[in-house]
């Protein structure tokens, strides 16, 4: 069965302190692992898409990496908006014509000044 | 530039009534849409996606159920509540398998539904 597990539910930094959040798949064929921003009371917003091992991608203070089995999604000098939950999904080849995503529960990110 | 529209924002509702979210997607033709709940403090679950017209699939047996009258538009329903029904309602579309490279999801802002 196709599964992601995010680790750690919460996160609390101080502004500037850098980290790193990481997201276990197990999937039969990955096709695409996202990575997505969802702040209170919102739909979440897109932030990456990564589709081979070894990919990087990059967006200000934000930069996920992927190898054959997990994700990390690393947090450099974080501010105050930066804090959110930030969602991690997997789509398998065998979802590619219906589009279906497996997400995982989420890590709660505060930053404080 | 495509938009979705998700309506309304938040709801209440008694026990055992009935229950109409709608959802609109704008910019694009013959996309695929899917409800998800999210519980508080959980991951997202997906509960129906549809790849066209009439065409639903549901994913986890529920009181719920979806309607895609239109091309663009999706519609969530129940005859009768839950209090298990509670939680934030999102609609999401995709341009997957329909020749677009735009893989993942675009959200709707989402639906906080309490049942009372």
């Known amino acids: 069965e196709d599964q992601v597990t995010q680790s750690p539910e919460a996160l609390r930094l101080q502004e500037g302190e850098s980290s790193s959040l990481n997201c276990s798949y197990t999937?039969?064929?990955?096709?695409?692992l996202f990575w997505y921003r969802q702040d209170p009371g919102k739909g979440p917003e897109f932030l990456f898409t990564?589709?081979?091992a070894g990919e990087e991608k990059e967006k200000e203070r934000l930069k996920a990496t992927l190898t054959k089995k997990e994700s990390f999604l690393h947090i450099t000098a974080p501010k105050p908006e930066d804090s959110a939950t930030y969602l991690c999904?997997?789509?398998?080849?065998?979802?590619?014509?219906?589009?279906?995503?497996?997400f995982g529960q989420g890590t709660t990110l505060q930053v404080k000044p | 530039s495509q938009t979705i529209h998700q309506w309304p924002a938040t709801l209440v509702q008694p026990v055992g009534s009935p229950l109409s979210l709608e959802c609109t997607v704008e910019?694009?033709?013959?996309?695929?849409l899917y409800w998800y709940r999210q519980a508080a403090g959980r991951g997202l679950q997906l509960l129906f996606y549809?790849?066209?017209?009439?065409?639903i699939s549901s994913e986890v047996p529920q009181n719920l159920s979806a309607s895609r009258p239109q091309d663009r538009q999706f519609i969530l329903s129940s005859k009768k509540l839950l209090l298990s029904d509670s939680g934030f309602y999102l609609c999401?579309?995709?341009?997957?398998?329909?020749?677009?490279?735009?893989?993942?999801?675009?959200f709707g802002s989402g639906t906080r539904l309490t049942v009372v």
């Open positions: 999401a579309w995709s341009g997957e398998g329909k020749g677009r490279s735009n893989y993942g999801y675009t």
């Open positions: 999937v039969s064929g990955l096709r695409g």
């Open positions: 990564l589709y081979s």
């Open positions: 999904a997997v789509q398998a080849w065998g979802s590619s014509n219906t589009g279906k995503l497996i």
């Open positions: 910019g694009t033709s013959n996309p695929n």
């Open positions: 549809s790849v066209g017209i009439g065409q």
